[in-house]
């Protein structure tokens, strides 16, 4: 079995910035992603940014230029700074680790982006 662990949410202003973390534990053999996604109240949960094995990286549009996600392979953690955060940044963000054929889930943080 494998865990993922997230921290570093919280409540900040417009124009601020947040840095998550999502350390995974357990079972972990190679890696082949790390992800995060977040689902706002009443919308489907979408992808914000991915780092492979390979190291390349893929962001949604609205966030490129403000999110930054890197992954640190020695402690099986994978980050998400979060820079000129926006309202609708506003969810609860998830981070998902694909390892052993199988995708794994994070319980969940929440962010929240005050005007």
Same mark, same amino acid.
């Given at each position: 079995?494998?865990?993922?662990?997230?921290?570093? &949410?919280?409540?900040?202003?417009?124009?601020?910035?947040? /840095? +998550?973390?999502?350390?995974?534990? &357990?079972?972990?053999?190679?890696?082949?992603?790390?992800?995060?996604? /977040?689902?706002?109240? !009443? %919308?489907?949960?979408? +992808?914000?940014?991915?780092? +492979?094995?390979?190291?390349? $990286?893929?962001?949604?549009?609205?966030? %490129? &230029? /403000?999110?930054?996600?890197?992954?640190?392979?020695? %402690?099986? $953690?994978?980050? +998400?700074?979060?820079?000129?955060? %926006?309202?609708?940044?506003?969810?609860?963000?998830?981070?998902?680790?694909?390892? !052993?054929?199988?995708?794994?889930?994070?319980? &969940?943080?929440?962010? $929240?982006?005050?005007?």
């Amino acid at each position: 079995q494998v865990q993922l662990v997230e921290s570093g &949410g919280g409540s900040v202003q417009a124009g601020g910035s947040l /840095r +998550l973390s999502c350390a995974a534990s &357990g079972s972990i053999f190679s890696i082949q992603l790390m992800g995060w996604y /977040r689902q706002a109240p !009443g %919308k489907q949960r979408e +992808l914000v940014a991915a780092v +492979l094995s390979s190291g390349s $990286t893929n962001y949604v549009d609205s966030v %490129k &230029g /403000r999110f930054t996600i890197s992954r640190d392979s020695a %402690k099986n $953690t994978v980050y +998400l700074q979060m820079n000129s955060l %926006k309202p609708e940044d506003t969810a609860v963000y998830y981070c998902n680790m694909g390892t !052993g054929g199988r995708i794994y889930w994070g319980q &969940g943080t929440q962010v $929240t982006v005050s005007s």
